[in-house]
């Protein structure tokens, strides 16, 4: 039994203003941190400087005793479940990163999940995967036309498959409150691509943290 994907979709689930979680595999810890530092963000590369071994509530408070309530900074928290290398971006991770294509170079997996919650635009949560630095697929999770295009996006071949599956779950639905919505698509991205997340280690636990500083 894993804790799967779905537990994202409740309100505030990982911290107030929404979650970004990165899921990657065929690369350590210690990569995914060099890489995201190095390839991922606007404006150059940054310096990964390490906090040490935080909990989310501690990572947040460090942030805002360094940078004011409001950091630009990204920061985050990694670890390793099962063959699943993760990271949860905390700070100013909306501004910060890009596209993630070049964190997957070299034959790595990665997949991004991301809601900003308490964005007035309304902004739905999204999917993105990538592979050899290619986008093989991504979508709006509420699966609605609030934000550009209702469908699945990215290689054909894949894109068409993961649609398959969403359709066959019941998406789109306009009946659908957007949790729901929301929660369906975690669960179907969860199956088809064996991802799990440690939801006590992230919420309660301490694990390593580092906030990227510009260099």
Request: hydrophobic fraction near 40%.
């Amino acid at each position: 039994m894993t804790d799967g994907m779905t537990w994202l979709a409740a309100p505030q689930s990982i911290a107030y203003g929404g979650y970004c979680v990165l899921l990657t595999r065929g690369l350590d810890e210690e990569e995914l941190v060099s890489r995201l530092a190095g390839a991922a963000v606007y404006g150059g590369r940054r310096v990964p400087r390490s906090l040490g071994e935080l909990t989310g509530e501690d990572l947040i408070e460090v942030l805002e005793d360094e940078y004011g309530d409001y950091p630009t900074e990204a920061a985050l928290r990694f670890g390793r479940d099962g063959e699943w290398v993760f990271a949860v971006l905390y700070g100013g991770w909306q501004d910060e990163f890009g596209s993630l294509a070049p964190v997957s170079r070299d034959g790595a997996h990665v997949f991004r999940l991301e809601f900003e919650e308490e964005n007035g635009k309304p902004v739905p949560p999204w999917f993105h995967y990538f592979h050899d630095e290619r986008l093989l697929c991504d979508f709006n999770l509420h699966l609605d036309h609030s934000w550009g295009s209702a469908g699945v996006g990215g290689d054909p071949e894949v894109a068409s498959q993961l649609e398959r599956l969403l359709t066959a779950a019941g998406l789109p639905d306009e009946n659908l409150p957007p949790g729901d919505a929301h929660r369906t698509s975690l669960h179907v991205v969860e199956r088809h691509f064996g991802l799990s997340l440690p939801r006590t280690r992230i919420l309660e636990g301490k694990l390593p943290s580092v906030v990227l500083e510009i260099g």
